[in-house]
């Protein structure tokens, strides 16, 4: 039986979408949506950093960041510091809360990929994982 590319490709949007929005239902109750869960991974990982930093590092706006990242400051998820560098511009740090938060989400993600890809056998989910490192790779 031949596997259409479109076939494929909608399979594994269906996937995607089924992992994102479980992910999103088990994070909704710590305050952030996957956005924001990925903004404040990249300033925990990344920071402290300025909005626009964080901006290229998602590869987003910097209006899209300023709105990713209002609701992080406002929750006291991140801090605010001035840049030593520039007393007129600020970077974007973690707060204790913002770790705290981060454990929640790694938590959440862990068990939506353990109760998805559990149903694989270890030899499935090792060609799975090859598989998409493969179409994940930049093409010369």
Same mark, same amino acid.
């Given at each position: 039986?031949?596997?259409?590319? $479109?076939?494929? /490709?909608?399979?594994?949007? &269906?996937?995607? &979408?089924?992992?994102?929005? $479980?992910?999103?239902?088990r994070i909704a109750?710590?305050?952030?949506?996957?956005?924001?869960?990925?903004?404040?991974?990249?300033?925990? $990982?990344?920071?402290p950093l300025r909005p626009?930093?964080?901006?290229?590092?998602l590869g987003i706006t910097p209006r899209s960041a300023t709105d990713s990242v209002a609701p992080l400051l406002a929750s006291g998820l991140v801090q605010r &510091?001035?840049?030593?560098?520039?007393?007129?511009?600020?970077?974007l740090a973690i707060a204790p809360a913002g770790e705290e938060a981060l454990a929640g989400i790694g938590r959440a993600r862990a068990e939506v990929g353990a109760e998805l890809f559990g149903r694989?056998?270890?030899?499935?989910?090792? /060609?799975?994982?090859?598989?998409?490192?493969?179409?994940?790779e930049e093409r010369p």
């Open positions: 039986m031949e596997v259409f590319p $479109e076939a494929l /490709a909608e399979s594994f949007l &269906r996937v995607s &979408r089924r992992l994102r929005g $479980e992910t999103q239902r109750p710590l305050g952030v949506n996957l956005h924001q869960s990925r903004a404040l991974r990249t300033i925990a $990982e990344q920071g626009s930093e964080l901006a290229g590092q &510091r001035t840049d030593p560098g520039d007393g007129r511009a600020y970077l694989l056998s270890p030899g499935e989910r090792e /060609a799975l994982a090859t598989l998409l490192d493969r179409l994940g």
